[in-house]
């Protein structure tokens, strides 16, 4: 697990690499919707899928961004942040593929959005 400095620590990004790998992304119009009261529902639906697709990896699930506040307008994607157990300390199977459970990501913590 990492340890509360490196969790914390600012990293400065190196200036010879470019964070657009593909080029930024085209400008697009964003529409703000009304508030829509299925927006928790989809959000249950999306959570759902998830923990059952990543088993016990999941550790929290979270509906978070504008759709996750009542009453608020926003665009109408459900931002999700998962939280999943540090794939090196793992031991088993992996839920997607029975296959043991190694990886060699780094990081521990993905968040996603979706517009589902």
């Known amino acids: 697990m990492p340890t509360f400095d490196e969790i914390t620590r600012h990293h400065d990004a ?10 930024p992304p085209a ?3 964003v529409t ?5 009261p299925r927006w928790p529902g989809r959000y249950e639906t999306l959570a759902a899928g998830i923990r059952t697709a990543l088993g016990d990896a999941v550790l929290d699930v979270e509906h978070v961004g504008s759709t996750s506040v009542e009453g608020l307008a ?12 540090d794939p090196r300390t793992r031991t088993g199977t992996s839920p997607r593929s029975n296959a ?15 517009g589902a």
Request: no cysteine; glycine share 4%; net charge negative.
């Open 14 to 23: 190196d200036p010879s690499e470019n964070p657009w790998v593909l080029g």
């Open 27 to 29: 400008p697009a119009p």
């Open 32 to 36: 703000i919707v009304p508030y829509d």
């Open 100 to 114: 043991p459970a190694t990886s060699s990501s780094s990081g521990s913590r993905r968040s996603t959005s979706t």
């Open 74 to 85: 926003a665009k109408d994607v459900i931002d999700i942040n998962l939280t999943v157990a």
